[in-house]
């Protein structure tokens, strides 16, 4: 069974060497506050449209994530996508969600 999110994509697992590629990109540092990174994050939620790519993908630390999770802030996701930007990800897919 696949898992979706409310726009009906389906959640799609990263492989390990997608996985090491945003460890070794963000430095194992959270992007959003500086701290050692302990989670991989969603810069747009999953569960709002955002893809489980490499693209949308970030390191965290345990607070940021939870802080993000349950207050959806636009702090934190105009962070997350300078930094994306910063480091050439292409996110022409945000424009259409």
Same mark, same amino acid.
């Given at each position: 069974?696949?898992?979706?999110?409310?726009k009906g994509v389906a959640?799609?697992?990263l492989?390990?060497?997608?996985?090491?590629?945003?460890?070794?990109?963000? =430095?194992?540092?959270?992007?959003?506050? #500086?701290a +050692?990174?302990?989670?991989?994050? /969603?810069v747009?939620?999953?569960?709002?449209?955002?893809?489980?790519r490499?693209?949308?993908?970030?390191?965290?630390?345990?607070?940021?994530?939870?802080? =993000?999770?349950?207050?959806l802030d636009e #702090?934190? +996701?105009?962070?997350?996508?300078? /930094?994306?930007?910063?480091?050439g990800m292409?996110?022409?897919?945000?424009?259409k969600i």
């Amino acid at each position: 069974m696949n898992i979706r999110n409310c726009k009906g994509v389906a959640r799609i697992r990263l492989h390990p060497e997608q996985i090491a590629r945003i460890w070794a990109r963000d =430095k194992a540092t959270c992007v959003y506050c #500086g701290a +050692i990174a302990q989670e991989m994050d /969603h810069v747009i939620p999953f569960q709002h449209g955002g893809p489980s790519r490499e693209c949308n993908m970030v390191l965290s630390c345990k607070k940021c994530n939870q802080i =993000k999770w349950k207050h959806l802030d636009e #702090g934190f +996701i105009t962070k997350g996508l300078t /930094h994306l930007a910063r480091c050439g990800m292409d996110l022409s897919w945000v424009d259409k969600i």
